[in-house]
């Protein structure tokens, strides 16, 4: 049996006072799709920035590979990963974010190849050839010398996403990545994501509102309500018949408002 690509053990985050993660543990299997779902200020976002390491934890270990990724061996003894060693381990994961966070100086093709010449170390040959594939692949083809001022919300975030997939990560985190978005835009970033489960062999965690899209992608759903997972199953079992009063009001609050 092999063991979980990504690994949560007693995964705690705090700030000041408030327990953001609470003692989480969660196994997300090699080329998983999980949708991670529940109310504003639950942890779901904190998940993602945690193992992405953009934020430190306060308790437990996150390991990914068979490997911790918040932690690294120093003599037999677990120690607090250094920056060098975090950076190193970001290279197998990629993240969407919801404000699109590109390179406003950058054409879409310069923001694809940034991090692959420069991390990864690819020539600049070898990098634009990864970014127009990339940028072919999420329908972007004739928009590679445009900045991102010229671009709709919706290319904007198919071009977030190429530039994420330009590191070729086992991993890929989306937060939130439609909810900045007006539905036409969201349909595009959603049928983008839809091609990448079909053809590529990813591991993919997305935070996500939208219901209908989280029921039809994920192999597996997670509810989360104060910072702990309430309830989790594949999506007929959650959407179909929750057995947590938690995530049934949750699923009933936001499936009247859509």
Do not use: W
């Not at 934020?55 to 120093?74: C, F, K, S």
């Not at 975090?86 to 390179?103: A, D």
């Not at 040959?125 to 999420?138: K, N, P, S």
């Not at 989790?232 to 057995?243: C, D, H, V």
Request: glycine share 8%.
């Amino acid at each position: 049996m092999t063991s979980p690509l990504i690994r949560f053990r007693g995964v705690t985050k705090r700030y000041g006072p408030l327990t953001v993660l609470d003692n989480l543990d969660l196994d997300v299997e090699r080329n998983e799709k999980v949708a991670i779902i529940g109310p504003s200020g639950s942890g779901k976002s904190t998940l993602l920035r945690v193992l992405m390491m953009l934020e430190n934890i306060d308790d437990g270990v996150i390991e990914v590979g068979g490997e911790p990724l918040t932690h690294m061996d120093r003599n037999g003894t677990l120690v607090p990963a250094s920056e060098s060693y975090k950076r190193n381990g970001r290279r197998n994961i990629g993240m969407v974010f919801q404000n699109f966070n590109l390179f406003p100086h950058m054409t879409a093709l310069e923001n694809a190849i940034e991090a692959p010449r420069k991390t990864l170390g690819l020539t600049k040959q070898a990098a634009t050839e990864r970014g127009v594939e990339l940028l072919d692949m999420v329908g972007l083809s004739d928009k590679l010398d445009h900045y991102p001022s010229q671009l709709s919300g919706g290319q904007q975030q198919r071009v977030a996403i190429a530039r994420a997939l330009a590191m070729r990560p086992q991993v890929m985190l989306f937060d939130e990545v439609t909810s900045a978005l007006d539905p036409e835009l969201c349909s595009e970033v959603l049928n983008v994501i839809r091609r990448l489960s079909d053809k590529h062999d990813l591991t993919m965690l997305m935070v996500t509102h939208q219901m209908g899209f989280a029921r039809e992608f994920a192999d597996r759903v997670c509810f989360f309500s104060e910072g702990k997972i309430a309830e989790q199953g594949t999506s007929e079992e959650i959407f179909g018949s929750p057995k947590h009063e938690r995530t049934q009001a949750f699923l009933s609050a936001v499936m009247d408002a859509a």
